[in-house]
T-cell receptor
Framework: NAGVTQTPKFRVLKTGQSMTLLCAQD?????MYWYRQDPGMGLRLIHY???????AKGEVPDGYNVSRLKKQNFLLGLESAAPSQTSVYFC???????????FGPGTRLTVL | TQLLEQSPQFLSIQEGENLTVYCNSS?????LQWYRQEPGEGPVLLVT???GGEVKKLKRLTFQFGDARKDSSLHITAAQPGDTGLYLC????????????WGAGTKLIIKP
């Protein structure tokens, strides 16, 4: 099992450009999450999904959109990147039974 | 807004010493989790405590959940260089089955 994978691992964007981050999990988990991690601020929830076809806003959703068309995939989109979106982005998945979040290795995004 | 405050933010000690990391809030949590994160990787769950006053041990690590379920501590006995990492606490929200409130983390360095 690969667990949770994220692509790409690194990306540099210019202000105003768009991109999509892909998260995939092979554990058949119901819940999936997108977080951003900034120095001294811990993990902040951007959006989450409790099942295929459903998404909901987290703590810091502005400037991001998500889609979960398939149970195993959770996409995070930036429509018009801003320097404030420079961060490390983590995807996580969780079984509704276990209560443990499994994280991907992260995507380091720099917006110039 | 629920907040989890971790202290200290940074700790650098010699191998063999003992240490305690704290996670405090004014809010009650349904559960409290501790994760460890190494550079370039996502967090990995160490333990979940659910009952007020609960104590769990994981080798040299001892985790305690406060009686009122508002705070937690992580104690490491005879720290080793392999314990180096970022320790994150995360509280389960009383009003949600799938959202966590994250602390900002304690960066721990154990020097040989």
């Amino acid at each position: 099992n690969a667990g949770v994978t994220q692509t790409p691992k690194f990306r540099v964007l210019k202000t105003g450009q768009s991109m999509t981050l892909l998260c995939a999990q092979d554990m058949n988990h119901e819940y999936m999450y997108w977080y951003r991690q900034d120095p001294g601020m811990g993990l902040r929830l951007i959006h989450y999904s409790v099942g295929e076809g459903t998404t909901a806003k987290g703590e810091v959703p502005d400037g991001y959109n998500v889609s979960r068309l398939k149970k195993q995939n959770f996409l995070l989109g930036l429509e018009s990147a801003a320097p404030s979106q420079t961060s490390v982005y983590f995807c996580a998945s969780e079984s509704y039974v276990a209560g443990e979040q499994f994280f991907g290795p992260g995507t380091r995004l720099t917006v110039l | 807004t629920q907040l989890l405050e971790q202290s200290p933010q940074f700790l650098s000690i010699q191998e063999g010493e003992n240490l305690t990391v704290y996670c405090n809030s004014s809010s009650v949590f349904s559960s409290l989790q501790w994760y460890r994160q190494e550079p370039g990787e996502g967090p990995v769950l160490l333990v979940t405590v659910v009952t007020g006053g609960e104590v769990k041990k994981l080798k040299r690590l001892t985790f305690q959940f406060g009686d009122a379920r508002k705070d937690s501590s992580l104690h490491i006995t005879a720290a080793q260089p392999g314990d180096t990492g970022l320790y994150l606490c995360a509280g389960g929200r009383m009003d949600s089955n799938y959202q966590l409130i994250w602390g900002a983390g304690t960066k721990l360095i154990i020097k040989p």
